[in-house]
């Protein structure tokens, strides 16, 4: 102990120092070592609460785009499906329609046939008509003095029967 006097040690000066620097560190403990230690320990969880919220929340994005994607090809397949029964729709559309102007056209073109046949036959009824009266004309101017005007009639419709 000599030695610590020998340098200018005082003892009671020394206890006084260790007390006061015990105190302290106490009281600096009690104070605020604990509360800062709080403090970094609620930011630690905060942090670590935060990484594991931004973990989740990409494990959501992540998942959310792959649901994303599996609507969007599923959306694509449909309307791939729909845009194909439309195209076969449109045939059969189509198909159907060509055989109805098919069927139309055969019917306009039978109905003509049937107003040339009849027309036709208009024609020759007529044209037989105006015969039998050129021929009666011819008849009655030809045989007006020698025959009858029964016999004139009798020969007149044998001769029109003929014609017929």
């Not at 007390?19 to 942090?47: A, E, G, S, T, W």
């Amino acid at each position: 102990m000599q030695i610590l006097s020998n340098f200018g040690v005082n003892w009671i000066q020394l206890i006084e120092a260790t007390i006061n620097f015990l105190l302290l560190l106490i009281i600096l403990r009690i104070f605020v070592y604990k509360p800062v230690l709080r403090v970094l320990d609620k930011r630690r969880q905060m942090v670590e609460q935060t990484i594991k919220d931004s973990e989740l929340i990409a494990k959501q994005k992540q998942d959310a785009e792959e649901q994303q994607r599996k609507v969007l090809h599923e959306a694509q397949l449909e309307s791939q499906r729909i845009i194909q029964q439309a195209i076969e729709q449109s045939e059969i559309i189509a198909k159907k329609l060509q055989i109805e102007a098919k069927d139309e056209a055969d019917r306009i073109i039978q109905k003509a046939r049937e107003e040339i046949s009849l027309e036709k036959n208009a024609m020759f009824a007529q044209i037989k008509g105006d015969i039998s009266s050129l021929i009666g004309t011819a008849l009655s101017k030809t045989l007006k003095g020698s025959l009858t005007q029964e016999e004139q009639e009798k020969i007149l419709h044998k001769t029109i029967e003929e014609i017929s």
